[in-house]
């Protein structure tokens, strides 16, 4: 019996957000390369694994939080409880999530960032760690 190697879909979306480093930071941007801001970057994640998405863009500059937290659970992520690669991680910048990120290992993350003013990848550092409220897996 011949053994295929099947592509993990948490590589691939690491893959795909990698792919969109660099691209301008833009509130409810949805195109790499060109704009994306933090659920734009999640939502090209997903379609690169061939998920269907219902995106909305009915969001102002803080999203609510109850809202990426039904997103993330009608897309079929469920919780965990540490990170792994390919986690999309959710913090909170007031008192509800407002962010999203994509976890590229246990330590490291990318994002659509604004006050970087792009898509980078960065370290979880003390101040995420203190602002992470959520993880969810596929």
């Known amino acids: 019996m ?7 879909p948490r590589d691939i979306m690491i ?6 480093a660099g ?12 704009g994306l801001d933090c659920i734009g970057l999640i939502v090209v994640a997903l379609q690169a ?21 039904a997103g993330l659970e009608a897309h079929g992520m469920r919780r965990a ?12 910048y007031d008192h509800q999530p407002q962010h999203v ?5 246990e330590t490291t993350m990318i994002h659509a960032f604004a006050v970087a003013g ?11 760690k203190r602002r992470l409220v959520g993880i969810y897996r596929n």
């Open 81 to 92: 409880s540490s990170v792994e690669a390919g986690d999309v991680l959710l913090f909170r």
């Open 49 to 69: 694994v061939g998920r269907e998405v219902e995106d909305r863009l009915d969001y102002g500059r803080r999203p609510d939080g109850v809202s990426l937290v």
């Open 101 to 105: 990120a994509l976890a590229t290992s």
């Open 15 to 20: 893959a795909s957000a990698r792919a969109c």
């Open 118 to 128: 792009r898509v980078v990848e960065t370290g979880i550092s003390d101040y995420w």
């Open 23 to 34: 691209t301008p930071f833009h509130h409810q941007g949805r195109v790499a390369g060109v």
């Open 2 to 8: 011949e053994t295929k190697n099947m592509v993990d």
